[in-house]
């Protein structure tokens, strides 16, 4: 096989995978708008309502723990030798 040949193998199978993928995208294109008009043709169901949101309660003795051993960790010290007084969010 030469190369001219080799190219157009190569620059056919391309444009035969860019092609199928437009196909593709056309066909999700005409499917997302065939299927809501044909759901839209039945009844109607009301929309259901959210609940309400579970109250947040922050416990950051987790997060305390894992930022001063990542400190530890890079200052190669035991934890023992470290006072952190504070962490705030930056």
Known sequence: ????????????G???VFGMLAFLAIVILVFSKVFPALAGK???QPAPQAAAPAPVVEDKSEAVAIITSVI????NAD?????IR????V
């Open 14 to 16: 391309f444009s035969i």
């Open 79 to 83: 934890p023992k030798e470290l006072s």
């Open 42 to 44: 039945g009844q109607k």
């Open 72 to 75: 530890c960790e890079e200052l």
């Open 86 to 89: 504070g962490i705030r969010e």
């Open 1 to 12: 096989m030469t190369l001219a040949e080799s190219v157009l193998v190569s620059i056919m």
